[in-house]
């Protein structure tokens, strides 16, 4: 009886044993902000070790990437919240979550409430999220893109534990913008450029020139630009790179106000209903007269009938409406936030400079002036003084976005 009892069971030993060397079982995870080792390892309950050895890279400091997919155990995640606990240690964490302060030191392997935490960030069991490292005095931090993408306008939307906040900036490598708050919402933009390099450079919230809190961003790879070989003659072809940069700086300095609060109300329009077609792309490498590519394009071109109707693409207050040299007619409408849009090369202009303009508002008419080889509307899109794809704009659709983050 105990042999037969005994050969039924021996194989059973064998099961239960784990194999030696087999890799654990894991997922894939799409790094959010403040998806950093020590978050995560409280999130799956593993060493940071542990997980960059799932993840090796040669930089060991390195927090995971915003907009990457990495592997984590597969296993039931841990909701809760980190908290710096340098504001009063265990027991003024426990007050702010309203938790048991035995629990909190229980949580954290403290012998008590009283025990020092040496700046250590707290884990606290509340809430229905996972833990994440986000910057102090934020209870959340969402980005308009998982990864960011050269040439697109690019956001951040918070939302904070308290209304009083200082002046801050937002940068990712060298592009810069500025955060604003209503209440304790928080909305910060940048603009990229279409020569942007990809790669992973690092997105920071800055205080008094001092970084918040950073965490790199994958820019992506590089998207198929179109390029254009432009043949200038008459007019177009007199005008100098002296007078192009001559103009740019002077509307720069318009460019880079930021005015609050957001004046659109939802998403944006394109500013022309009838039209040929697309006859230039945003960061189209252009050519002139045989020469080097050596610029691109910084907004969007419609080819149109010399007259046709042009309209505000969102609500918004006009800061220029004149001739100008090499934009020729022209008219840019102040959106809000560091956000403008040009509409160029008009024969007519129809609004005047302070007039508040709705949606779909005619502004101008199409024509061929200035820096113009025909007929067609010239809109461009800048965010924080950075050209932007307007049709990426709207196809993401990140104007409704960026509201949905500033209204409370």
């Known amino acids: 009886m ?21 890799a654990p079982e894991t997922a894939a995870l799409l790094v959010q902000p403040g998806d950093t080792w020590l978050a995560l390892s409280w999130r799956y309950g593993v060493s940071t070790a542990d997980l960059q050895t799932l993840n090796p890279h040669p930089n060991r400091q390195r927090q995971p990437v915003i907009g990457d997919t990495i592997r984590v155990p597969a296993t039931a995640e841990r909701l809760g919240k980190l908290d710096s606990g340098a504001m009063g240690g265990v027991l003024a964490t426990a007050v702010r979550h309203g938790v048991s302060p035995w629990q909190v030191a229980w949580d954290n392997g403290l012998p008590s409430p009283s025990h020092p935490v040496l700046g250590r960030p707290l884990f606290i069991a509340v809430g229905d999220a996972p833990p994440r490292q986000l910057p102090p005095l934020f209870t959340s931090l969402e980005l308009s893109h998982a990864q960011a993408y050269p040439g697109e306008g690019l956001a951040v939307r ?106 659109w109300t939802g998403s944006f329009q394109e500013p022309i209903a009838n039209y040929l077609n697309y006859s230039s792309f945003y960061g189209a490498r252009r050519s002139y007269n045989g020469g080097p590519y050596s610029t691109y394009h910084e907004g969007l071109d419609f080819s149109a009938y010399g007259g046709s109707d042009v309209l505000a693409p969102a609500r918004g207050t006009v800061v ?42 005619v502004v101008g008419k199409v024509g061929s002036t200035g820096f113009s080889t025909g007929n067609h509307l010239h809109w461009d899109l800048l965010v924080s003084g950075e050209w932007v794809d307007p049709m990426a704009w709207r196809e993401r659709d990140t104007a409704a976005w960026i509201l949905a983050g500033w209204k409370e």
Do not use: C
């Open 320 to 361: 220029v409406a004149e001739f100008l040299y090499v934009r020729g007619g022209a008219v840019i409408i102040d959106h809000g936030l560091g956000i403008y849009t040009g509409l160029y090369h008009l024969s007519g202009i129809l609004v005047d400079v302070g007039q508040v303009v709705e949606q779909g508002d």
């Open 158 to 263: 918070g939302e904070l534990t308290t209304a009083a906040w200082p002046s801050a900036q937002l940068t990712l490598g060298t592009a810069v913008g500025d955060v604003v708050t209503n209440g304790r919402r928080v909305v910060g933009l940048l603009g990229t450029g279409a020569f942007y390099q990809p790669g992973t450079p690092e997105l920071s919230i800055k205080v008094a020139g001092q970084p918040l809190w950073a965490q790199p961003w994958r820019m992506a790879a590089d998207k198929e630009w179109t390029y254009n070989q432009m043949t200038l003659t008459g007019t177009a072809a007199e005008i100098t790179d002296e007078a192009i940069a001559a103009e740019r700086g002077r509307l720069m300095e318009i460019w880079n106000q930021t005015s609050t609060p957001p004046q």
């Open 2 to 22: 105990w042999r037969l009892i005994f050969l039924l069971l021996f194989p059973l030993f064998f099961l239960a044993i784990p194999a030696q060397g087999q």
